[in-house]
């Protein structure tokens, strides 16, 4: 497995203690996680779509795999 930047560490960490691993749309200042973090997440099979957002299809809802818990740790 490839290295993981800071930020794709810090927005696992985000899910790795929710109900299902659900993975935030936003920090936790509001701001929105940036859509390279989750595509780079998601390409190394660290998380995995959960569901599609009707009202915002550009959105990527996503949860923590095992894989990406394995990283944290």
């Given at each position: 497995?490839?290295?993981?930047?800071?930020?794709e560490?810090?927005?696992l960490s985000m899910g790795s203690h929710q109900s299902g691993?659900?993975?935030?749309?936003?920090?936790?200042?509001?701001?929105e996680i940036p859509a390279r973090i989750i595509r780079g997440c998601?390409?190394?099979?660290?998380?995995?779509?959960?569901?599609?957002n009707p009202m915002k299809p550009d959105w990527l809802v996503c949860r923590i795999t095992d894989?990406?818990?394995k990283m944290l740790g």
């Open positions: 497995m490839s290295n993981i930047s800071g930020a560490r810090a927005y691993g659900k993975l935030p749309l936003f920090d936790r200042n509001g701001q998601l390409d190394k099979g660290l998380v995995e779509r959960w569901f599609a894989e990406g818990r």
